[in-house]
């Protein structure tokens, strides 16, 4: 016995439009106009071929893309039910981060502004919890068309570290046509998957071989890496930067952050990390009459407008090119792996 639900579904033998789309159609527009309801039952196949005189091979295709888009869902031995009713023509994206900070606001503002009025992009935050972070993807994994993920964690003791299984069977769960993982590559997933990340050992190494003659002006390198932030970086910062000055020779110190009335030594270069630490240093620069680029120098990580006119030299990931290329891909269809420019931008303060 058909359902009452069938009333909704109507196709036109002597249209044109191919019979499965006119069965996605009818029933997207039972939705819209709120005749079918969330979690509410459809015909089954069987019963959308009998009543309306169709191949199942039809329905199938049709209730297959449905079930793609994420607007119905089958529940085993039960049938077919309504499993959004907020479906738009826009592209629904869920765009996941670690911490909200000006250089993530900078990617997605990018992100946003590529793809315009194609998609609707939910930012949600995780604050580098993975408990936080199963709990945003397994609660909304069939809301989305795309998933674009920032895969920041930290463990008990604050610091920094990779995917745990747990972590990634979550991730595993979205279709890998519909993933974009963002600022770091995750090797064991799929080829398929998208990928726009920044090698920090490798990145670090490179832009200050780039600066390496006025690098090797200064007795001493210190690194400033907070290594118990309530957003830990990445460890990969401190091996490269330990590699650079390995290979060249160069005396070198890694502190946990400037600490107020710092022993100040002539011809120090300074790489900072967090700002607050940047801003402490150069305030007691200034208390002490130093000049930034002649007496210390100072290399600070991550770009910002006012780091630009300040004058501080960075080395710094293009931040809003990662958020395009994010976008690029959702647009075109088409999914790779790039890894993005990083680079030294010379700012004399070095």
């Known amino acids: ?205 490179i832009a200050l071989s780039k600066g390496l003659d006025k690098v090797k002006k200064y007795q001493k390198i210190i690194l400033v890496y907070p290594s118990k932030s309530v957003y830990p970086y990445p460890k990969g910062i401190v091996s490269g930067f330990v590699k650079f000055c390995a290979e060249h020779t160069i005396d070198y110190e890694v502190l946990d952050e400037i600490y107020d009335s710092m022993e100040l030594q002539l011809h120090d270069l300074y790489i900072i990390i967090e700002e607050a630490d940047l801003v402490n240093l150069v305030k007691q620069l200034r208390d002490r009459h130093y000049k930034f680029g002649e007496d210390i ?3 600070s990580y991550n770009d910002t407008p006012l780091k630009e006119l300040l004058g501080i030299t960075v080395i710094s990931t293009d931040f809003t090119k990662m958020g395009t290329k994010a976008a690029e891909m959702i647009l075109q269809g088409k999914k790779n792996t790039q890894k993005n420019d990083f680079n030294l931008i010379d700012r004399h303060s070095v």
């Not at 196949?45 to 039809?58: A, F, G, M, Q, Y």
């Not at 991730?171 to 920090?200: A, C, H, T, W």
């Open 297 to 299: 120098g100072i290399i």
């Open 1 to 205: 016995m058909a359902t009452d639900s069938i009333q909704h579904i109507q196709v036109d033998v002597n249209s044109r439009i191919p019979k499965y789309r006119q069965i996605v159609d009818s029933i997207m527009e039972a939705i819209g106009r709120g005749y079918l309801q969330k979690g509410e039952k459809i015909p089954s196949i069987n019963e959308v071929s009998e009543e309306c005189l169709l191949s199942r091979d039809t329905v199938e295709k049709a209730y297959g893309i449905l079930r793609k888009q994420n607007i119905i869902e089958s529940v085993k031995g039960k049938g077919f039910y309504v499993a959004r009713a907020d479906f738009s023509s826009k592209i629904k994206v869920l765009f996941l981060i670690n911490k909200l900070s000006s250089y993530k606001m900078r990617i997605f503002n990018s992100f946003v502004q590529t793809l315009g009025s194609k998609a609707q992009v939910d930012l949600y935050i995780y604050h580098c919890e993975p408990s936080v972070f199963k709990d945003i993807l397994s609660k909304r994994i069939k809301e989305y068309d795309q998933f674009v993920i920032m895969p920041h964690f930290k463990n008990e003791d604050l610091k920094h570290m990779g995917c745990t299984d747990e972590i990634l069977e979550v991730i595993q769960k979205i279709p890998e046509e519909k993933l974009i993982i963002m600022d770091r590559n995750i090797l064991s997933l799929s080829m398929k998957v998208g990928r726009i990340y920044q090698d920090f050992s490798e990145d670090i190494y």
